[in-house]
């Protein structure tokens, strides 16, 4: 939803939403009109959801292979969650996200996706002896202010980028440095707890344990059961610690069941996960496929786009090349800890846990310059497109009637972020206004938007975007608005109408 008709001076854009089946199929159409000529109005080509959810997704996602098209399937994934996305989404991370150092990953993949952290880490704790949970909570205990730190220093990197994406400010690459280096020291801090907990639990297992475990990694299934039976309790650990320390079952489970190589897996947005593809799978129930989100996205864009990605990859090859060649060396201490402690070189891990940092922002770096260059060559056509594209993956139709009245307008509010943007997002890139506080807000009063005279006459009468308006806009906007330039054509379920205006009375 526009706020009725009003666009960016720069840029005359006519956007049709159609709705059918209250939100069932969402199709986005773009008459864009420029001094150049006009361009008839198209349909968006509707995105095939055959691969979602498929076998495909393990091998795009977890595949250990980094060619040239890996790489832009990649970048293009990340790309288009950055531009589509919010700061907030960039916030977000996984379980077990930091230190993915312990083959986890290759667990996933060579199980095809059966294999669940928590299920697994609730059954290792479950077979736990009283000595070998207090080690592992010991580990919790310790990394609580490093992780505090290494969330606190990615938060600040995230900050420096966005700037960049969404202000068109200069990347402070020395700032970003330094952070990268502050990153992966902390970074490899956590690592080195966890392993060293990691190997002494090795010590303890009884052969009872080993072989319930030797069983589990044949069939992760066979873990679910004890897993889901039994529930992790501290005294000394909080709910979120409670969560740690079941991941920490996990990886200590990946390590000690799996091989050297394992760990070499990582899964495919690495290095640089910094622009929100993990909240696009959280939120779409893991049914985002990236290999499809990048496909699908890359046919949006102009052959010029396209070029800025894929000098992007080759710009970043020498650095990625570098970022797996310094963590095959990190791996390589840490497996000291199991195999030969007394090698253990702390100072050498140091230093590569820092150039690993540095590493992995460089790589960062590259991407967001490119993003903001496709991003600044975009036209309003192909946002629309791109957020409607968002929209299909994190929205499923099916569930809309189901959610309670916040939840529901929360969802139906990504109609409306193609034009308006997300919250949070900066003003400079967005179509129409901000529709923050947009409830008790006088019409057409935002500065910098070219409202339509539709709009214009309704705040020459003083009128306001009461619950009321908002409601006979979201209705027919043409009825209410008369010449309106958003050819919106309206929500016709009124619960629908009234769950998205709470929504945006809450913003």
């Not at 008709?5 to 049709?16: I, M």
């Not at 832009?72 to 150092?101: C, M, R, V, Y």
């Not at 990153?183 to 052969?207: H, N, P, W």
Request: glycine letters at 8%; a negative charge.
């Amino acid at each position: 939803m526009v706020e009725a008709g009003s666009v960016k001076p720069q840029s005359v854009v006519h956007v049709l939403i159609v709705m059918r089946n209250k939100i069932g199929r969402v199709l986005i159409g773009i008459i864009f009109l420029h001094v150049a000529g006009i361009f008839e109005l198209t349909a968006v080509e509707e995105k095939p959801n055959g691969e979602r959810g498929s076998d495909d997704w393990i091998a795009s996602e977890y595949g250990s292979g980094r060619t040239a098209k890996d790489m832009q399937t990649a970048f293009a994934s990340k790309g288009f969650a950055w531009l589509s996305g919010s700061p907030a989404d960039n916030e977000k991370l996984s379980i077990g996200k930091n230190a993915q150092l312990f083959g986890f990953v290759a667990l996933r993949y060579q199980s095809g996706r059966a294999a669940n952290r928590g299920a697994l880490g609730r059954a290792f704790h479950g077979i736990a002896t009283d000595a070998q949970r207090a080690l592992l909570e010991k580990a919790v205990m310790e990394e609580i202010p490093r992780l505090a730190a290494w969330w606190t220093v990615r938060e600040q990197m995230l900050r420096l980028l966005e700037i960049h994406l969404y202000e068109g400010g200069e990347i402070d690459t020395a700032g970003l440095e330094e952070l990268g280096a502050r990153f992966g020291e902390i970074g490899g801090q956590v690592a080195l707890t966890e392993a060293r907990a990691f190997a002494a639990m090795e010590d303890l297992l009884s052969d009872t344990q080993r072989q319930t475990l030797a069983q589990w990694r044949q069939d992760p299934e066979q873990a679910i059961g004890p897993g889901n039976d039994h529930r992790i309790r501290s005294e000394a650990l909080d709910r979120n610690e409670l969560k740690q320390l079941e991941d920490l079952f996990a990886k200590n489970f990946s390590w000690i069941t799996g091989e050297p190589a394992d760990s070499r897996i990582i899964p495919l947005g690495q290095p640089a996960q910094f622009f929100g593809f993990v909240s696009i799978r959280q939120k779409s129930g893991h049914a985002a496929n990236r290999g499809q989100i990048a496909k699908s996205f890359l046919a949006m864009l102009t052959h010029h786009q396209k070029t800025i990605l894929r000098t992007a990859v080759s710009d970043s090859e020498g650095s990625i090349a570098d970022f797996l060649r310094v963590r095959d060396a990190i791996l390589n201490q840490l497996q000291l800890l199991r195999d030969d402690a007394e090698s253990f070189d702390a100072e050498a891990y140091a230093k590569l846990s820092r150039e690993l940092g540095i590493l992995e922002i460089n790589v960062a770096v590259v991407e967001a310059r490119a993003y903001r260059r496709i991003r600044e060559n975009m036209t309003p056509r192909q946002i629309a497109r791109m957020m409607d594209l968002r929209g299909e993956y994190i929205m499923d139709p099916s569930q809309i009637e189901m959610l309670d009245a916040e939840k529901r307008g929360e969802a139906l509010y990504i109609l409306c972020t193609g034009c308006h943007g997300v919250v949070g997002q900066r003003e400079s890139l967005q179509l129409g206004p901000s529709l923050v506080d947009i409830v008790g807000r006088p019409i057409a009063a935002v500065d910098g938007y070219a409202y339509s005279n539709a709009l214009k006459n309704l705040a020459s009468s003083g009128q306001v975007w009461t619950p009321e308006q908002l409601n006979l806009f979201l209705v027919a906007p043409k009825q209410m608005a008369p010449g309106t330039k958003m050819e919106f054509t309206g929500l016709l379920q009124a619960e629908d109408r009234a769950a998205l205006i709470g929504y945006l009375d809450k913003l």
